[in-house]
């Protein structure tokens, strides 16, 4: 039974076209996402990071087929999403929900809490209204609110709690799975581990999965069980979140590990040297795409771009070192 | 005292406001050495950016109202100039640098423009000098190829090159004090990781005093020498950066402090649940008679809500606004 993931992604594919029209072809396309596939347990957190522009967002998107993509396959308990047909198609849905990075711009300031919260509720089912009524006040208590708020419109709370009004609105349809876009990068940090413990505590009492995307690495190895780091469109390294910190092998993730400013000013790092932008995902590199910024980069590394490979039980990597194995030993 | 390069002294900022009137600085006092690193930390609207705005004489009036007993730059109150004599302070001897670089550059001037434009302001060169001296610039903020890029404009080039331009600019007039407003909140760790490093070579080269504004406690630990935690419009603590780090004292700083996921190696199973701050931070337009934090405050007890705590001494060059320096044994020891 718990053999099938809750979700299966397989070479998961999204190019965006630039320019072009009606007539004309496109002038390039942008390679957002290319070639992903991972899966998520039933009841796991699994974390992707990365910085902008490396495709975290779309991969969100694609999941929840916000977004078509250009190939590749995903299944959700199971099933394919290309087969489903509409009315599928929706039930599906309800299994999966959002959770916005802006407290501010997700909520409709024009929709009072009520509304928002059973939103997804009147869309996929015949509930009378004092039942979604009645169901919204016992979800606003299990994020934190009182049932007072219900006829409170969002500019009448403040960030902390609109994003808790936002993760009320996707438990309302009782989901499989949450894709969490940077839910707490918004936030002050007394305020971002107030939802951070809030997450943990309901995802235990709903039995949730979470793909929870973020920039930030300090947050997603706290709340996260397995971690995939993304860069420019591809996953470098995927590991459980012990060996991942413990001894990360991509040399991207070395660097991304260094670079993040440590609270203890006894321990003053050097930030790991890695010069350069990320480049454009219109026109990437050759072979693999991080060797221009890469200081173990050689010959192989221009030439082929590595394929994601199992190191060990489940630790992962795409990276042409040590014939394929990556760095090995820990950081600093 | 020597070596006393900015003194700030009882700074209250207010804005008017149909709620009524918003204290976002009330009674702030600092002061920065020649040379040090000052991280001016806090969470949004505790005031620390109008605080920095209000150095430069930046606080747009009306709607706010600037009050103090003094911003002393070398001795000089900045707060008695007139606006051309505050406008030579500007960019020549104090500079700034913002969180944006997209809305704090000129999208219609190309970057040398503007990184020059200081130059011809306050030094009088000739343009061709000031462009000569604007292209070294460039190079040293490390911008490739930076003579060709003189005639971009800011919408070419990315979020950590624009910063790096904005920091030529700061730069530029080589400046005794550089004041940067979460110069790296925008960017991506890595490119964060460039600049900050960028920052502390320029720093030691001009021998320029920063003052750092942030809330990002890891930034603080790695740049700052000295720290000021401000709350809700107020400095709640003030010490050297391995005792805040160290020994924290009030309970702001330390709920801060422990509300930080870190990345830390972890050993099998779920890390430990963060700690949490309850609540939220008081409306600036509230009068609150005494300590602000008292709400929040799990250590809290009758005096806190009667009388408003002063700025008290702690320890070597330690202060904190708490009254459970003279109550210690009001601390709660299981939270």
């Known amino acids: 039974m718990s053999e099938i993931p809750l979700l299966a992604v397989h070479d998961l594919v999204k190019h965006f076209p630039l320019g072009g029209g009606l007539l004309s072809r496109p002038r390039a396309w942008v390679r957002a996402v290319d070639g992903v596939s991972f899966d998520v347990k039933r009841g796991e957190s699994f974390g992707l990071v990365g910085e902008s522009g490396c495709g975290k967002t779309t991969l969100g998107r694609l999941i929840l087929r916000l977004i078509d993509p250009s190939g590749g396959r995903i299944e959700f308990d199971g099933r394919d999403f290309s087969r489903l047909n509409r009315a599928e198609m929706r039930s599906l849905r309800q299994r999966m929900q ?15 809490v009520y509304a928002t919260v059973t939103e997804p509720l009147r869309a996929n089912q015949r509930i009378s209204k004092a039942k979604r009524r009645e169901a919204a006040a016992e979800l606003l208590e299990r994020v934190g609110l009182q049932a007072v ?48 413990n809030l997450m943990e505590h309901l995802r235990e009492d709903f039995e949730l999965s979470y793909i929870f995307i973020s920039h930030d690495l300090s947050v997603v190895e706290h709340i996260c069980d397995r971690i995939a780091v993304m860069y420019l469109g591809a996953i470098f390294e995927l590991a459980p979140t012990e060996s991942f910190s413990v001894a990360p092998r991509h040399p991207y993730t070395r660097a991304l590990l260094m670079a993040v400013p440590q609270p203890d000013p006894h321990r003053r ?20 795409t991080f060797h221009p910024r890469c200081q173990h980069a050689f010959d192989r590394c221009r030439a082929q771009r590595p394929p994601l490979v199992q190191v060990t039980s489940n630790h992962y990597v795409a990276c042409c070192l040590n014939e394929g194995r990556g760095v090995e030993g820990g950081i600093e | 005292m020597m070596g006393k390069l ?57 709607p706010g109202q600037v009050i103090s007993d003094g911003i002393l730059f070398e001795g000089r109150n900045l707060l008695d100039l007139n606006p051309e004599a505050l406008r030579q302070v500007r960019g020549q001897e104090i500079s700034m640098i913002f969180q944006e670089p997209m809305t704090s550059l000129n999208p219609v001037l190309p970057i040398g423009r503007q990184v020059a434009e200081p130059l011809l302001a306050h030094k009088g060169l000739s343009k061709s000098e000031a462009y000569e001296e604007a292209a070294a610039w460039l190079e040293r903020a490390k911008i490739p190829a930076a003579r060709e890029r003189l005639n971009n404009y800011p919408h070419q080039l990315s979020g950590g090159m624009r910063q790096r331009v904005m920091i030529a600019m700061a ?51 790695q740049m700052a020498s000295r720290v000021v935690v401000m709350y809700a419009g107020e400095v709640v603590e003030e010490a050297g950066v391995m005792d805040v780090f160290d020994r924290p004292f009030h309970p702001y700083t330390q709920g801060l402090l422990k509300s930080m996921p870190r990345l830390v190696t972890r050993v099998r199973g779920r890390a430990h649940r963060l700690n949490e701050i ?58």
């Open chain 1, 149 to 196: 708020d219900l006829d409170k419109y969002p500019h009448e709370f403040s960030g902390g709690q609109r994003q808790r009004i936002g993760i009320a609105r996707a438990l309302c349809v009782r989901p499989d799975l949450i894709v969490a876009d940077e839910p707490v990068s918004a936030l002050d940090v007394s305020i971002q581990a107030q939802v951070i």
């Open chain 1, 98 to 112: 959002i959770i916005f990075q802006d407290p501010y711009s997700s909520l409709d300031p024009r929709m009072k």
């Open chain 2, 6 to 62: 900015l003194e700030i002294d009882n700074l209250s900022v207010q804005f008017h406001s149909p709620e009524g009137v918003a204290r976002a600085v009330d009674g702030v006092s600092f002061d920065l050495t020649r040379g040090e690193t000052l991280g001016l930390v806090g969470e949004s609207g505790c005031g620390k950016t109008v605080t920095s705005l209000s150095i430069l004489g930046l606080v747009p009036s009306p």
């Open chain 2, 278 to 335: 309850m609540g939220t931070v008081p409306a600036l337009t509230e009068m609150i008679q005494g300590c602000k934090f008292a709400d929040r405050c799990p250590h809290v007890f009758q005096l806190c809500r009667k009388a408003h705590p002063g700025l008290f001494a702690i320890g070597d060059g330690q202060r904190a606004r708490c009254w459970l320096r003279d109550y210690p044994q009001r601390r709660k020891v299981d939270v």
């Open chain 1, 269 to 288: 790092v050097k930030p790991l040297s890695m010069e350069g932008d990320v480049p454009n995902p219109i026109d990437p590199p050759s072979g693999c």
């Open chain 2, 171 to 221: 730069m530029v007039c080589r400046p005794k004090l550089l004041i940067a407003d979460e110069p790296t909140t925008a960017l991506d760790v890595t490119i964060q990781a460039q600049i900050l490093s960028l920052m502390v070579g320029l720093k030691e080269e001009l021998g320029m005093a920063l003052l750092l504004i942030t809330h990002d406690l890891g930034v603080v630990a």
